[in-house]
């Protein structure tokens, strides 16, 4: 079975600031998905940027990038120029590349605070 | 279009008494799957159904029922509720096999969550 891990429980920065979220996973397929999640005070799980692991590149989205080491099994989120509305709880998921029936896989979550 | 639509939002109950949470998708999803949230947890997959009439347990599903009479709904049943099954619930679909294909588009959408209190 596949497992997450968050160390942050909770971090808080400066608006304008950047800041890195960690994730490492344990796996023993070579392919699969690995996905960032954002959960605001409003509750929705909103997919903030995904990652497949044959690939190379880091994903980007916009100001979210992350900083895939597939041999150190890490998957870090960095956030630029971070704002208010990114206040959220983040979460790191973890899905099998074969159908992934089995669903994503959690990690604990990391409560990130911008502060003004 | 609605999306993942859950209700209710909040419900509370009492230890013993049973409830249907819902969850309709307007997306012609195949895929659907049930989470529990937990304060600490992170999310965890309960039951999860890939088509009609077809459906299997997650990493949680004691407690729980699940049928999928139709594509567009997907119902988690608590029969005898507990105290441990305070929590929020969150219903999640998408077009097929989560993560079939190298397109992004089978990436899962989630409802809005239901928050269960079982006194």
């Known amino acids: 079975a596949q497992t997450v891990t968050q160390s942050q429980p909770e971090m808080s920065v400066q608006e304008a600031e950047t800041v890195t979220l960690s994730c490492t996973y344990d796996?023993?397929?070579?392919?699969?998905?690995l996905f960032w999640y954002k959960q605001p005070p409003s509750r929705q799980m909103i997919l903030v940027i995904r990652?497949?692991?044959?690939k190379q590149q880091n994903a980007t989205e916009n100001r979210f990038s992350v900083n895939f080491q597939k041999a150190a099994k890490s998957f870090s989120l960095k956030i630029s120029d971070s704002q208010l509305g990114d206040t959220a709880m983040y979460f790191c998921?973890?899905?099998?590349w074969g159908g992934g029936a089995d669903g994503l896989t959690f990690g604990k979550g990391t409560h990130l605070i911008i502060q003004p | 279009n609605a999306g993942v639509t859950q209700t209710p939002k909040f419900q509370v109950l009492k230890t013993g008494q049973s409830m249907t949470l819902q969850c309709a998708q307007d997306?012609?999803?195949?895929?659907m799957s049930w989470y529990r949230q937990d304060p600490g947890m992170g999310l965890r997959l309960i039951h999860y159904?890939?088509?009609?009439?077809?459906?299997d347990q997650g990493e949680v599903p004691n407690g729980y029922n699940v049928s999928r009479s139709t594509t567009e709904d997907f119902p988690l049943r608590l029969l005898s509720a507990a105290p441990s099954q305070t929590s929020v619930y969150f219903c999640?679909?998408?077009?097929?096999?989560?993560?079939?294909?190298?397109?992004?588009?089978?990436?899962?959408?989630f409802g809005a969550g239901s928050r269960l209190t079982v006194l």
């Open positions: 999640a679909s998408s077009y097929s096999m989560p993560g079939q294909g190298s397109s992004g588009a089978n990436v899962l959408t």
């Open positions: 997306m012609n999803h195949e895929y």
């Open positions: 159904s890939v088509g009609a009439g077809i459906t």
């Open positions: 796996t023993s397929e070579n392919n699969y998905y």
């Open positions: 990652q497949e692991a044959y």
């Open positions: 998921a973890f899905m099998d």
